[in-house]
């Protein structure tokens, strides 16, 4: 790659992530709840109610014998004639990995559509980053030799690294991902349910948790073709003949909302998240849909 | 309907292949890349398949097929019936003057007789019945295959002259290879000959004659002139039915005079059509013509002899004879000097040209050699009008059309009970019928004629005790006429009325009209203008010869002497058609021959062009459907073109209400306004003013500003207008509410009004009460809280760093808009200052500066100047520098 390309393809990825940003820009920082303590969680902002490292006050507890003398508070031991002990909460960060599919099948739009699926799993990827780094979370493609990013540029490196990765084909095969760590898959999801199974039970026995996104061209949801077609794969070698596709467009629509409640299902056994987007509704509600169910739910504090 | 190349409809034959052949070949499927393709594997088991093209678009094809096939087997519709006999087939067109009316039917029937001719691969050959332009006798032309001959036909016209049936019958006795004949008859016999003619073309061989039951031709005779009218005799061949006709009278220049009717009656051959026309219009006259198809019959030449009548005068006594209202003469040339040519001198002088009429004002001629010329002169067809009075009431001639008594009748007068006679009204028939008789006309004098029996019928105008006041007599052709009176007003008021002028139009009418010098041994009169076959002038045709000045009239048509006009160009003479013609007699249909009608069968009709271009068609729609099954194009294109053509449709429409207003758009330019204050002094300051700082912003800034607009509140539309300027005048008197309201409303949009009370701050200034002015004025304005104008302000840094803001005077505070209200950008919409800016900018035609500042010095006007730019550019460009004070802190917000 010379020079003049890498500039360029930077230029690209910092395009992209300003995108991203801005499409962000309107939810408020995203807290992703951590259920969990793991091991791997490192320090961050999410206070864990409990005693620990961190920078905000958690609670003053009477100096007890072993203490460093340090760590009196002499401010408030002034105030009584016992000495105390300033704790502060215990903060961590949780790492979310983030994963699109662009195989051919997602490097395609119908007719009339302006954006391919991938462009939109992408737009929602870096999107989706920018929200979790804003609310200092820590973000990883899920690709081999990536690691987790943080900070102010980690969106820029994410954009930047977000191009070199990918070129495999259906669900991610990688497995080493950090356990309790989140997990959200986009891509059209069309493969058949027992692969996706496989996938989906191996992130779930890590253990990690997530969301996964099914992208979706309108035509793919709709049919919207007319007369005798011939349609063919973008994978493999498949071709059909539909002699008149009015007839079969019912039957499609059924398979496709199988294809979809089995989706749902396996993510639901696995605790995992599932939703659909069609890339000709605005980019805005899918990731409305991913904050929520991503952020932590009140009610279960 | 027949088939040229009948063995190509055996390919219809493979129609049904066809059939098969496209039922078993489907459409070719549209290819679309699709990802979720998984999902649609096995589907189609399940689907209807249509797998065949279906049936109606398989019956478009066949029949597109089958139209491709008939129509290149060539149908013709309408073929009509087969030719008789065999061998070469000869067309005879009778192509005289009787075939025009209806010439293109003619050609379509002979084209017809041809095209059948060329169907039987016959050859044809053409006789044309009438001699050519060339003059050669009707010849028949060698056999020629049917392409040939049919441009030998179309370069046949109708002619001029009739028939040749003579000549025409010695080439048919000349015709020696048998074969058919066609013959294209005008259904006249043209004159002898007929007989021969047909039985020459019936001893040829079959005989088909292509005619109309009656022939149609009409044809105009040469008119008559009568006492008020010209009448025209139309002659036909006699028909069952009544024939109406109508004649058009036309002017050399071809415009129409009149338009008469007549009928000719059932089996008669003539009727008679009377022009009448006043003699101005009459004397325009150049030819009469038969309403409707045009030919040579259908018109009739009128040269001079039908507008030239001399009137030569002769005067009893030739001393007093001119002497105004009392001469004999005098009346006589008022009445006729308008419309005749008259001729002075005596009789004998007169007779020795051409004359129409001879008037005898009481003139006595004796008997003698004078008397021999002038009965001679009548015989020939003069028309000889006398007056009476005391000689001849004394020692009457004998060129008087009734015997007179001797002397006179006193009517009236001191030593008379009698009364002077009024006129009696003219009867019918006589040449003044119609014309109506003044009742204050009364006669005092008159000469008595004998009375006999013939006298009644003499007698043309009568007094009202039945005295003859006008009498005549036909003498050869000619008429002798005697008013019973003086042409002068001594016996009679008469000459005075303008009854005299009509009586004597109307006698002079009714005499013979003269050619131009007729001398028989004269020089030959070449041909000018001829008629052609259409009755159109034209230049003559080549075997065209001279003619004999007497001969003209006589001569019949001829290629040698067609119709026209002969002679100089001051002394036309007509030669017309029906001038040596015989009337039109119908022929009979030639014997043995079939007779069909000439327009009868309709032309026959090339089917294939239209089978063909139906087949195109189909072949079109079917691409359109076949695109249409396999989605290569959309609705939506189809709808976008449907738009299209709607927006087409509703772009002239949409034109029309888009009205401006009249004057020049004031939105083509920018320019600043001023408010009409109706104080002359203030508003010529304004304009001048902003003029100058309009010229001044030109020349130092980007800006470009127009002549600056006056406008008055409430009338105008001020959002034109970036900035208003508005002297505060006390004897303007306060704004009215619509006013108020334009003003709110032109600052509530972004506009800028320069309020300007010109006192330099009170009292001192020129302009006492301003401000007292000022605050009723703006009572009703929507006046923002306001500050005074500092050097923070936008309005000092929009273009120049100003530090004070001076206008003729200096130093007075201005007052701005105090908050930054965001709803107007920051903008001010309103400057209130006292420091009479458009004095100062003011500059007048020569250049100078008309009102000088206050304290002064060149750096006061300056400054005023260039508040004046930062004015304009405020109002241009509203914060934009503004903003640009901010631009440090936007950087240092934006760093990373």
């Not at chain 1, 253990?207 to 994978?235: N, S």
């Not at chain 2, 034109?720 to 334009?742: K, R, T």
Request: one cysteine or more; charged letters at 20%; aromatic letters at 6%.
């Amino acid at each position: 790659m010379s020079g003049a390309d890498r500039s360029a393809s930077a230029l690209d990825g910092a395009r992209a992530a300003r995108r991203a940003e801005t499409l962000g820009a309107r939810l408020p920082p995203l807290l992703v709840q951590a259920e969990r303590v793991a091991s791997t969680v490192a320090q961050g902002v999410h206070g864990r109610r409990r005693v620990g490292q961190g920078d905000s006050f958690w609670q003053f507890r009477p100096f007890l014998a072993g203490d460093p003398a340090s760590r009196i508070d002499w401010r408030q031991s002034a105030r009584s004639d016992r000495a105390y002990i300033r704790e502060t909460e215990w903060e961590a960060a949780q790492t979310v990995c983030l994963w699109r599919d662009c195989g051919p099948s997602m490097r395609w739009k119908s007719r009339g559509q302006p954006v391919e699926k991938v462009a939109r799993a992408e737009l929602l990827l870096l999107a989706l980053a920018a929200l979790l780094l804003r609310g200092g979370e820590r973000v990883r493609l899920i690709a081999p030799g990536t690691r987790a990013l943080a900070g102010r540029h980690a969106l820029d490196r994410l954009a930047d690294e977000l191009p070199r990765t990918g070129g495999e084909e259906g669900l991610p095969v990688e497995t080493d991902l950090p356990r309790h760590a989140r997990v959200v898959l986009f891509g059209d999801l069309l493969s058949p349910l027992p692969e996706v199974q496989v996938v989906v039970g191996r992130l779930a026995a890590i253990p990690v948790v997530g969301t996964l996104l099914q992208i979706l061209d309108p035509a793919e949801a709709a049919l919207p073709y007319t007369g005798r077609v011939k349609f063919q794969g973008m994978r493999i070698a498949q071709e059909v003949l539909i002699p008149r596709v009015e007839g079969v467009r019912d039957a499609y629509a059924q398979r496709l909302a199988e294809q979809q409640e089995g989706l749902a299902k396996i993510c639901a056994a696995a605790g995992f998240g599932f939703s659909v987007h069609h890339t000709d509704h605005p980019p805005e509600a899918a990731l409305l849909s991913l904050y929520t169910a991503l952020a932590p739910v009140t009610g279960r504090r | 309907m027949i088939f040229a190349s009948p063995w190509l409809l055996l390919a219809l034959v493979a129609l049904p292949l066809l059939w098969w052949l496209l039922r078993v070949t489907p459409p070719a499927p549209r290819q679309e890349v699709f990802p979720a393709v998984r999902l649609l594997l096995g589907l189609n088991a399940t689907a209807e398949t249509p797998a065949r093209t279906p049936w109606w678009l398989l019956a478009l094809r066949v029949l597109a097929a089958a139209l491709v096939i008939v129509g290149l087997a060539q149908p013709v519709l309408e073929a009509g019936t087969r030719l008789a006999g065999n061998g070469p087939m000869l067309l005879v067109v009778d192509d005289g003057w009787a075939s025009a009316a209806d010439w293109p039917r003619r050609m379509t029937a002979a084209n017809g007789a041809i095209d059948r001719a060329q169907r039987a691969g016959r050859e044809v050959a053409l006789l044309a019945t009438t001699a050519n332009e060339s003059g050669a006798k009707p010849q028949a032309t060698p056999p020629m295959p049917a392409p040939e001959l049919r441009s030998r036909l179309a370069a046949l016209r109708p002619k001029s002259w009739p028939v040749d049936r003579t000549a025409a019958a010695a080439a048919l006795d000349g015709w020696k290879r048998g074969g058919s004949v066609v013959y294209v008859a005008d259904g006249l016999t043209d004159g002898a000959g007929y007989d021969e003619f047909a039985q020459a073309m019936a001893a040829i061989g079959p005989v088909t004659e292509l005619r109309d039951e009656v022939p149609g031709a009409q044809l105009l005779l040469q008119p008559r002139a009568t006492a008020d009218s010209l009448v025209v005799p139309v002659v036909q061949a006699p028909r069952p039915a009544p024939t109406d006709v109508a004649v058009l009278a036309q002017s050399g220049d071809g415009r129409t005079l009149a338009r008469v009717t007549a009928t000719i009656a059932p089996d008669a051959a003539q009727a008679e059509a009377a022009i009448k026309l006043p003699p101005e219009l009459r004397n325009t006259l150049a030819r009469v013509v038969l309403e409707g198809p045009a030919s040579a019959g259908s018109v009739v030449l009128l040269d001079e002899r039908w507008r030239r009548r001399p009137v030569g005068l002769v005067a009893g006594d030739e001393t007093t004879e001119n002497t105004p209202l009392t001469g004999q003469l005098f009346y006589l040339r008022r009445a006729l000097s308008p419309y005749t040519e008259l001729r002075d001198g005596d009789v004998k002088t007169l007779l020795s040209r051409d004359l129409s009429v001879l008037i005898l004002a009481d003139h006595v001629v004796p008997d003698g050699p004078e008397h021999d010329l002038v009965a001679e002169w009548v015989r020939k067809g003069g028309m000889l009008i006398r007056f009476a009075g005391p000689q001849t009431a004394e020692h009457p001639d004998g060129l008087l059309p009734v015997t007179l008594l001797a002397g006179d009748r006193q009517l009236g007068g001191a030593m008379s009970w009698s009364q002077p006679e009024p006129l009696s009204p003219f009867a019918v028939g006589t040449p003044f019928d119609g014309l109506t008789v003044p009742p204050d006309v009364r006669v005092s004098r008159q000469v008595l004629a004998e009375p006999n029996a013939q006298l009644a019928g003499q007698t043309w105008a009568r007094l009202g005790d039945g005295t003859p006041l006008v009498t005549q007599k036909a003498v050869g052709a000619g008429r002798i006429v005697l008013f019973h009176v003086t042409p002068n007003a001594d016996w009679s008021d008469l000459p005075l009325s303008g009854l005299f002028v009509d009586m004597l139009r109307r006698l002079v009418a009714l005499s013979a009209g003269v050619a131009g010098a007729d001398d028989p041994s004269g020089p030959p009169l070449a041909p000018a203008e001829v008629l052609d076959g259409f009755g159109r002038l034209g230049p003559p045709p080549i075997a065209a010869t001279a003619l004999q000045p007497p001969e003209v009239a006589r001569a019949t048509a001829s290629p040698q002497h067609p119709p026209g006009l002969y002679g100089p160009e001051n002394g036309r003479h007509a030669l017309n058609l029906a001038a040596g013609l015989d009337l039109p007699k119908a022929a009979a249909a030639v014997p043995g021959a079939s007779v069909d009608p000439i327009g009868g069968a309709p032309a026959e009709k090339a089917l294939a062009p239209w089978l063909l271009g139906t087949a195109l068609v189909l072949f079109a729609i079917d691409l359109l459907v076949s695109l249409g099954l396999r989605g290569l194009y959309r609705g939506r294109t189809v709808g976008r073109a449907a738009a299209m053509i709607a927006l087409l449709f509703a772009v002239a429409p949409a034109h029309a209400q888009n009205a401006v207003p009249p004057g020049p758009n004031p939105a083509l330019q920018t320019r600043l306004a001023y408010i009409v204050t109706g104080d002359d002094q203030i508003d010529s300051i304004s304009r001048a003013g902003l003029a100058g700082l309009s010229d001044y912003v030109n020349r130092r800034s980007a800006a470009t500003l127009a002549d600056p607009a006056p406008v008055t509140l409430g009338e105008d539309d001020l959002s034109f207008y970036p900035l208003i300027y508005w002297p505060i005048s006390p004897d303007a008197g306060a704004p009215s509410a619509a006013a108020v309201e334009a003003l709110n409303d032109y600052m509530a949009h972004g506009g800028i009004v320069l309020i300007d009370t010109r006192d330099g701050g009170g009292g001192g200034g020129l302009a006492n009460g301003a401000e007292e002015a000022l605050q009723t004025f703006t009572k009703g304005l929507t006046i923002p809280q306001l500050t005074p104008l500092t050097t923070a302000h936008v309005l000092a840094r929009a273009f120049y760093l100003l530090q004070d803001f001076p206008g003729r005077y200096e130093g007075e505070t201005v007052w701005v808009q105090r908050d930054q209200d965001r709803t107007n950008d920051s903008v001010s919409p309103v400057i209130i200052g006292s420091n009479d800016w458009a004095s100062a900018w003011a500059v007048d035609a020569q250049g100078r500066y008309p009102y000088a500042v206050i304290p002064g010095g060149t750096r006061q006007r300056t400054m005023a100047y260039r508040f004046g730019v930062n004015l304009v550019m405020y109002a241009l460009t509203g914060n934009y520098k503004g903003d640009q004070v901010h631009v440090p802190a936007l950087l240092e917000r934006l760093g990373q």
